[in-house]
C-alpha cells in the first residue's frame, strides 16, 4: 500500500542550520498494516509523515501509495487519498463551522461541488450516528461550533472525519499527546476501533512506548533520520519497555534520551 524508497531530506543546505532529517529511508507496508514509530527528539519521525503527505518535497528517492507515484505531487493533490490527524487539537477542523459542516466537508473531500442543499437529512442522521459511537455528547450537538469543542472532543471529531471516506493510508502524528491521559486512552482506543472496523493502513507516531508495543501488528524504530529497527506481528507482541530501551541502544550506540517517553 505504501512504499518509501531510499527517502532523503535535508533541511537549511549549506548553512550553520543544516540538518539531515532523513537519511536514505527505505519503508514497506502491506495493505492493513498499522505501524507505531517511536524515536527520539528529532529522529525523523514527523518528517517522514510530512514527507509522505507532501508538506516538504523530498531531496531525493520514490514514495508510491497503492501503486501511484506521489513523489512529486503537490501537498492537496495527495488530501484525497490520505487521512491525518495532528498533534494540536486545533488542527484539522474548521472552528467557526458546526460540527455538522466540518463532518460535510469530510464526506465530500475529493468531490466535485454542486449546487444542491449542503446537508440533507439523511446524512444528519449518519452523522449523528458516527458521533454516538464516540460516546462524548456530540451526537445531540450537531449545529454547535466546532471551536466551542474541548481538545479531546475535537481531536475525536477530526480522526472520525479523517475516516469518514475511507483513505489509502491514515497518517497519525501523536495525536494523543496533547491530552489528558483519560481523553487520550479513549482516542486511542476509538483509533484502534476503527482501523481495526475499516480495515485501514495506518502509520501512527507516538512518544509512549507502551501504546507502541500494545497498539498495531508492527513498530518502527528511527534515529536520526534512518529507521535502525522494524518488528512485527508476533515478535512486536512480546516486547517490554526494556526491549525497546536496549534495542534503541545496542543500534545507534547511545543511551535512550527523551524524557516524555520514559516518563511515558
Known sequence: MLSISNVSK??????INEKKALQSISLHLEPGDFV???????AGKSTMLNMIAGVY???SGLIQLDGTNISRLPEHARAKYLGRVFQDPMRGTAADME???NLALALRRGNARGLGWGISKEEKLQYKKLLTRLDLGLEDRLSSKVGLL???QR?????LMATLKKPKLLLLDEHTAALDPKTAKKVLDLTEEIVNENKLTALMVTHNMKDAIRLGNRLVMMHEGKI????RDEEKMNLEVNDLMKKFEQASGGEFANDRMLLS
Open 10 to 15: 535535508t533541511f537549511n543546505i549549506g548553512t
Open 36 to 42: 507505531t514509530i517511536i524515536g527520539g527528539n528529532g
Open 57 to 59: 518535497p523530498i531531496d
Open 99 to 101: 460540527i455538522q459542516e
Open 150 to 152: 474541548s481538545g479531546g
Open 155 to 159: 481531536q475525536a471529531l477530526t480522526l
Open 228 to 231: 535502525i529497527y522494524d518488528v
